[in-house]
């Protein structure tokens, strides 16, 4: 069974300061593995994918992830944090065994807020 | 391109009434899910509907079904309205065959007084 536990529930960074959100997962098989970032009032929004090609990954807003397989991690960094980055940010990964079709194990958020 | 629209955005209701939500998908998709988001439990999959069949079903009461019509828009129906319903739903769709990119909505939330 898949399962994704995000450390931290809040963030707290300085503005211009490293951003750096964990993520350890359980997957049965190679898993695909996602980070969403939700602002107030709106659905999520796909910051970047991880599908078994390079382990890190780059997304969007500056965002990048490493895949470490034998920590089963897949944290989430900023090298530096900007005010419009305060939202809550979502790890997920595919719960399904062929890693296809729209069910996501998401973990339980973690809400980051950044001070100016 | 459009976006995941979702109607209604807010809506009140009572327990014991029943309600259905709309989700039209991006243009071209075919793969539609519902998940539920609380403060307590936080996502939960609901179920997954793709070519109007429901291709995956999550933990959830028989008082919660769905439907995909053939022109990819889905409904979801939520009987017998109980407090604990109160949430924000989301909708999000997919390409078939892609690596589970999920296209979300803004949600339907959903307050049961």
């Known amino acids: 069974a898949q399962s994704v536990t995000q450390l931290g529930s809040h963030v707290s960074v300085s503005e211009g300061a490293l951003v750096l959100l964990r993520c350890n997962y359980s997957s049965s098989v190679p898993p695909y593995l996602f980070w969403y970032v939700q602002y107030p009032n709106q659905g999520l929004q796909l910051l970047l994918k991880y599908t078994s090609a390079a382990t890190l990954v780059k997304g969007i807003n500056g965002f990048e992830a490493e895949f470490k397989k034998s920590e089963t991690s897949f944290h989430l960094t900023k090298p530096s944090a900007h005010m419009s980055d305060a939202a809550e940010y979502f790890c997920?990964?595919?719960?399904?065994?062929?890693?296809?079709?729209?069910?996501?194990?998401f973990g339980q958020g973690t809400e980051l807020s950044v001070k100016p | 391109k459009a976006g995941v629209t979702q109607t209604p955005r807010y809506l009140i209701k009572t327990r014991g009434q029943q309600v259905t939500l709309s989700c039209s998908p991006i243009?071209?998709?075919?793969?539609v899910s519902w998940y539920q988001q609380t403060p307590g439990q936080g996502l939960q999959f609901l179920f997954e509907y793709f070519s109007e069949t429901q291709r995956n079903k999550g933990n959830f009461p028989g008082r919660f079904s769905g439907r995909q019509f053939s022109n990819s828009r889905s409904e979801m129906n939520v009987s017998t309205l109980e407090l604990g319903d109160s949430a924000l739903y989301l909708c999000a769709s997919s390409l078939e065959g892609g690596a589970n990119v999920l296209t979300f909505g803004a949600g339907s939330r959903l307050t049961v007084l």
């Open positions: 243009s071209g998709h075919r793969s």
């Open positions: 997920a990964v595919s719960a399904s065994v062929l890693r296809q079709g729209g069910k996501l194990i």
